[in-house]
Nanobody, 124 residues
Framework: QVQLVESGGGLVQAGGSLRLSCATS????????MGWFRQAPGKEREFVAQ????????YYADSVKGRFTISRDNAKNTVYLQMNSLKPEDTAVYYC?????????????????WGQGTQVTISS
């Protein structure tokens, strides 16, 4: 079982930065791939980024590539999402998720464990 708790959301102006954290419990953190998703009001949950268990591979949605960076610290059982050059369209609830396996997956159904989400609001 993997439990996930996000933090770091908030309200920032366009062009600003935020760093989201996702702390996990359980002994299996170093064995799971981690992802970040987001969901805006009235929209489906969408993939943002994924990092492999060893940090050897990262993947990003085209909409955030070059602005967001996913990383993880297996010693701290934590995954991060550094978000720079934020835009109003980045406003959403951001979720971290964990999945077994190393393949690149953008489908939320491929992820077995989810956090409760943290709100990110970007003002124009």
């Amino acid at each position: 079982q993997v439990q996930l708790v996000e933090s770091g959301g908030g309200l920032v102006q366009a062009g600003g930065s935020l760093r989201l954290s996702c702390a996990t419990s359980g002994r299996t953190f170093s064995s799971v791939a981690m992802g970040w998703f987001r969901q805006a009001p009235g929209k489906e949950r969408e993939f943002v980024a994924q990092i492999s268990s060893s940090s050897s591979s990262t993947y990003y949605a085209d909409s955030v590539k070059g602005r967001f960076t996913i990383s993880r610290d297996n010693a701290k059982n934590t995954v991060y999402l550094q978000m720079n050059s934020l835009k109003p369209e980045d406003t959403a609830v951001y979720y971290c998720a964990a999945r077994w396996g190393s393949s690149f997956q953008t489908n939320p159904k491929a992820y077995a464990y989810w956090g409760q989400g943290t709100q990110v609001t970007i003002s124009s």
